[in-house]
Each structure stands twice: as C-alpha cells, then as structure tokens.
Nanobody, 123 residues
C-alpha cells in the first residue's frame, strides 16, 4: 500500500505562485512515474503534469506548460508541483498519483491517489 498526502494548496491572487507537495508513505514511489491531476467543480479530472521515475522526463498539459514545473526527490519520497503565473482557470482540487500503466495522461493508468488539495485563484 502507498499513502499519498498533498499539501500546499490555498488561496492566491491571479499572477501569484504556489508550491504543492506530495509525500508518500508505506512503500517507495521511487520506481514509478508520478503525476498531478486536477478537478474543477462540474468537470472531469484532467492531467496536469507527470514525471518519470528518475526525473529525466517531464510532461505537461498545454494549459500549464511554461508556468508549472514538476519535480521529485526520491530520497525523500516526495513529488512537487511549482505553479507560477496562476490564473483563475487553474482553480481546482489538485491530486498527486502513482503511475503504473505507462500512459501518463490517463487517470486510469494511475493506481494510488492522494486526497487532494484545494487551489483557488482569485481574479
């Protein structure tokens, strides 16, 4: 079993920054790609960013590329998402998840999920 706990969400004005963290416990995540997803009210969960198991590969949704940066520290069993130049449309609950299926963009290829952290961007 893997437990994932996100933190770092909050309320920020448009143009501001937040850094989300995801801490894993139970079993290591160092051998698995990890991803961040988000879900806004009334919308489906959508891919935000993913990182390969060793950090060499990173992938982003078009809507966040150039503003968000995903990173990981396998020694600490953590994954982070630095979010800059935030926009009101970034408002959502953000989830980190462990990838097992190989496709980084599909939620169904992730097996363990955190409980989510709320990010609210005011205009």
């Amino acid at each position: 079993q893997v437990q994932l706990v996100e933190s770092g969400g909050g309320l920020v004005q448009a143009g501001g920054s937040l850094r989300l963290s995801c801490a894993a416990s139970g079993r290591t995540i160092s051998n698995f790609p990890m991803g961040w997803f988000r879900q806004a009210p009334g919308k489906e969960r959508e891919f935000v960013a993913a990182i390969s198991w060793n950090g060499d590969g990173t992938f982003y949704a078009d809507s966040v590329r150039g503003r968000f940066t995903i990173s990981r520290d396998n020694a600490k069993n953590t994954v982070s998402l630095q979010m800059n130049s935030l926009r009101p449309e970034d408002t959502a609950v953000y989830y980190c998840a462990r990838n097992w299926g190989g496709n980084y963009f599909r939620p169904t290829d992730y097996d363990y999920w955190g409980q989510g952290t709320q990010v609210t961007v005011s205009s």
